[in-house]
């Protein structure tokens, strides 16, 4: 839409108020910095304006940039015109923070966007530069976590997942990570496992949030226990 694409432009001019109001007598070179930063925080908002996300996201990427936007043009502008600064004049700032931190609430609703797919199986290195992300969605989007320990091969097994899955290469077996399942999915695709490769153990968990690290330490015992 294109308004959402002006928004962080007129609250960055907006910000700019001070100066229709005074002449330039105060910390110009300071103002000026202020200024860029305000800038470019405004040009970033109105690239959000085009990330593939649901409407609600987007808005609220958009509007927090433009608040944080606003704020710097504020300050540039009242550095530059040596005009005193008012207690409210910090609002855009937390407005800004607040809106962006609602954009993260419902970045990982029911709306998020799944993880792209992996050219794939992953390394546990790439586990690790996920894990933030997987984290974020398993906030509000419940992952099932398969573990399995299992002499497949990787290309064998990724045969098996379904679009959108993710597998993981661990040093004592595979880490599954099933986007969007049900826990009957996740006993489905362990009935196949079973058929077709020869699984020492497995453990499967309903992930509703929290550490990483924390979850698969759980599902690495269970599997211990097994084996």
């Known amino acids: 839409m294109r308004w959402l694409f002006l928004l962080p432009w007129g609250l960055f001019l907006l910000g700019l108020l001070p100066l ?3 002449e ?12 860029l930063s305000g800038l470019l925080l405004a040009a970033a908002g109105s ?5 593939p996300v649901a409407f609600f996201v987007q808005f ?20 530059v015109t040596a005009l005193e600064a008012q207690g409210y004049t910090a609002l855009g700032g937390a407005l800004g923070a607040l809106a962006l931190a609602m ?18 199986i992953g390394s546990q290195e790439d586990l690790r530069r996920l894990a933030g992300a997987l984290e974020g969605l398993a906030l509000r989007r ?14 064998r097994l990724q045969a098996e997942l379904r679009r959108g899955d993710l597998a993981f290469r661990l040093e004592g077996g595979y880490l599954l990570v099933l986007q969007g399942s049900r ?4 006993a489905g695709l362990m009935r196949r496992l079973k058929e077709r490769f020869p699984l020492s153990a ?26």
């Open 20 to 22: 229709a109001l005074a």
């Open 24 to 35: 330039p007598l105060g910390q110009v070179e300071r103002g000026l910095g202020l200024l």
């Open 47 to 51: 690239l959000f304006s085009r990330f």
């Open 60 to 79: 609220f990427l958009v509007l927090g940039l433009g608040l944080l936007s606003f704020q710097l043009a504020l300050e540039s502008a009242l550095a």
């Open 103 to 120: 954009a993260f609430f419902l970045g990982t609703g029911r709306e998020a966007p799944l993880l792209p797919a992996l050219e794939g």
């Open 142 to 155: 419940p992952l099932v976590l398969v573990y399995l320990s299992t002499s497949a091969s990787p290309e």
């Open 183 to 186: 826990p009957e999915d996740a």
């Open 202 to 227: 497995y453990a499967v968990e309903r992930w509703q949030g929290g550490s990483l690290g924390s979850v698969l330490a759980r599902l690495e015992a269970e599997a211990l226990l097994q084996s």
